[in-house]
């Protein structure tokens, strides 16, 4: 693990050292890159950053562990995911399925809810042109999660909401990639645009194939 980039201004607890905090923080730590993929996460260190003992960093580690956003490798210690793409496919596939099965029931609500949804989106998506204007991707990517997760809270299904979430910092992880898969970043807000526009008009068909095509975009 690096000793000082990484660890300067890391994050204060204050005053509330609890495991599920630590995670927390450390998981956004981890999703804006400041803990980059294949890098080591040692306990002891983040210990003494956090003025804490190492019983509730163990406990945070050990849940980014569950979450798969951590890898304990036996003998070796604990590193940050580094995703291949047959992640991103699997990650990517999982989306797909659940983001289509939310847009039907979505579809199937009530015209007042879908407009609400759409104004959301369109909220994030104002965000998120600011974001690109700036060419801000950790932002962006943050952004781009929250378009789909509104989507998928959207139909209403807390189990599957909770799911979508387990898959959220993945998500984001593949997300920053997306700057190789989108040289020209303008295009990432039209394809979600697209999306929006056919939600909104209720196209069914062509929304599941805007879904499909955007998701298989972002694989590597």
């Known amino acids: 693990m690096r000793g000082s980039p990484a660890a300067k201004g890391l994050f204060t607890l204050e005053g509330r050292s609890t495991a599920q905090l ?7 730590q981890i999703i804006q890159g400041i803990f980059r993929p294949g890098e080591q996460i040692n306990e002891s260190i983040l210990a003494d950053q956090l003025n804490t003992s190492r019983s509730p960093v163990r406990e945070a580690v050990q849940r980014l562990c569950q979450e798969g956003i951590l890898i304990n490798r036996r003998n070796h210690g604990v590193f ?3 995703l291949s793409t047959q992640d991103s496919k699997e990650i990517y596939a999982v989306r797909e399925a659940m983001e289509t099965t939310s847009a039907d029931t979505l579809l199937n609500s009530s015209p007042k809810h879908i407009k609400n949804t759409c104004r959301a989106l369109k909220t994030i998506l104002r965000n998120m042109q600011r974001r690109v204007e700036a060419t801000n991707w950790q932002s962006i990517a943050q952004l781009d999660m929250q378009f789909h997760t509104t989507i998928v809270a959207a139909a ?7 799911i979508y979430e ?3 910092a993945e998500s984001t992880m593949c997300i920053l990639n997306l700057k190789f898969s989108y040289p020209q970043a303008q295009t990432l807000i039209q394809e979600h645009q697209h999306i929006l526009d056919l939600l909104e008009n ?3 068909e062509e929304l ?9 975009k972002a694989i590597p």
Not at 22 to 28: G, M, P, S, V, Y
Not at 156 to 162: E, H, I, K, Q
């Open 80 to 82: 940050v995911l580094e």
């Open 166 to 168: 387990t898959l959220a």
């Open 202 to 204: 209720g196209n069914r």
């Open 156 to 162: 209403g299904n807390r189990r599957m909401t909770r």
């Open 208 to 216: 599941h194939k805007a879904l499909k095509h955007h998701m298989q």
């Open 22 to 28: 630590i995670a927390d923080q450390l998981r956004e």
